[in-house]
């Protein structure tokens, strides 16, 4: 069982930033794929970020290429979304998962096979 932690959400102003940790136990995500989801209020879960299972690549919604970066620490087991330049339309439940699988993409929910519990970003104007 693997279990994922979320954190560093918070209030935040516009033009502002903030990193997400999300924290794995159970197993090592060395050679996992990691993602960022997110949840808009009233809206369905979307597609943020993802890392491939080498980390050589990134995977980034077209809404925050060049704002937000996915990255990951193997020996905290920690992966971590850096958010800048944020706005408004950010706000939403964050949420972090995992995958061993290499069959299906990144941008899916259905490929991820753990799921953190969230973490609420407010973005003010």
């Known amino acids: 069982q693997v279990q994922l932690v979320e954190s560093g959400g918070g209030l935040v102003q516009a033009g502002g930033s903030l990193r997400l940790p999300c924290a794995a136990s159970?197993?090592?995500?060395?050679?996992?794929?990691m993602g960022w989801f997110r949840q808009p209020p009233g809206k369905e879960r979307e597609f943020v970020a993802a890392l491939s299972s080498s980390a050589h690549y990134t995977y980034y919604a077209d809404s925050v290429k060049g704002r937000f970066t996915i990255s990951r620490d193997n020996a905290k087991n920690t992966v971590y979304l850096q958010m800048n330049s944020l706005r408004p339309g950010d706000t939403g439940v964050y949420y972090c998962?995992?995958?061993?699988?290499?069959?299906?993409?990144?941008?899916?929910?259905?490929?991820?096979?753990?799921w953190g519990q969230g973490t609420q970003v407010t973005v003010s104007s």
């Open positions: 159970g197993r090592t995500i060395s050679s996992a794929a």
């Open positions: 998962a995992i995958t061993w699988s290499y069959g299906g993409s990144y941008y899916s929910t259905a490929v991820y096979i753990y």
